[in-house]
T-cell receptor, first 113, second 114 residues
Framework: DVKVTQSSRYLVKRTGEKVFLECVQD?????MFWYRQDPGLGLRLIYF???????EKGDIPEGYSVSREKKERFSLILESASTNQTSMYLC????????????FGEGSRLTVL | GENVEQHPSTLSVQEGDSAVIKCTYS??????FPWYKQELGKGPQLIID?????GEKKDQRIAVTLNKTAKHFSLHITETQPEDSAVYFC?????????????FGDGTTLTVKP
């Protein structure tokens, strides 16, 4: 059974803290994505990666960075968390090619106080 | 960039009725249109998709139609059941050099009343 695993389902952090959200996939997919989900705003792309050490900004990259040191792992980093980054974060992966199914993790709900 | 609009934002139907969710997209280069279902506490999961060279696709009670000229596509669910209650997202993808970005609609919360 294919799987995308997000390490933390729920996190509570304080303003200014550094936050790491980890995502691991077991499908040997080249492409990995981080989305942010807010009510009424759908899924907005933060960053994506198409290969190890390769990354590109999505639609809302401000305040975020990413790391992809290994093919199976894609990390989202909030250098200095702010309250407006309180949200649900979804990781997804897709095999090589520009179209096809996205496989999502179950999400990480981050609350920044 | 691509813009995807989805309507309605909420939809309530009686069990057994049909449900229709509509999306429009802006970029004529988009050529892949998936629909995802998100149940409470879970990540979105693909339920059906359509590519731009096809006008309609069916899978049991679910169908998707695509009108490339008008740049809109729709999800049709027939004989709805309570387990169809979820949030549904449409998306549009276009060729990208490396990864193929998907732009999502804002979602439709479907409630099926028993």
């Amino acid at each position: 059974d294919v799987k995308v695993t997000q390490s933390s389902r729920y996190l509570v952090k304080r303003t200014g803290e550094k936050v790491f959200l980890e995502c691991v996939q077991d499908m040997d997919h080249e492409n990995m994505f981080w989305y942010r989900q807010d009510p009424g705003l759908g899924l907005r792309l933060i960053y994506f990666s198409y290969d190890v050490k390769m990354k590109e900004k999505g639609d809302i990259p401000e305040g975020y960075s990413v790391s992809r040191e290994k093919k199976e792992r894609f990390s989202l980093i909030l250098e200095s968390a702010s309250t407006n980054q309180t949200s649900m974060y979804l990781c997804a992966s897709r095999k090589q090619g520009y179209t096809g199914e996205l496989f999502f993790g179950e999400g990480s709900r981050l609350t920044v106080l | 960039g691509e813009n995807v609009e989805q309507h309605p934002s909420t939809l309530s139907v009686q069990e057994g009725d049909s449900a229709v969710i509509k999306c429009t997209y802006s970029d004529s280069a988009s050529n892949y249109f998936p629909w995802y279902k998100q149940e409470l506490g879970k990540g979105p999961q693909l339920i059906i998709d359509i590519r731009s060279n096809v006008g309609e696709k069916k899978d049991q009670r679910i169908a998707v139609t695509l009108n490339k000229t008008a740049k809109h596509f729709s999800l049709h669910i027939t004989e709805t059941q309570p387990e169809d209650s979820a949030v549904y997202f449409c998306a549009a993808s276009k060729p990208h050099t490396n990864a193929g970005k998907s732009t999502f609609g804002d979602g439709t919360t479907l409630t099926v009343k028993p």
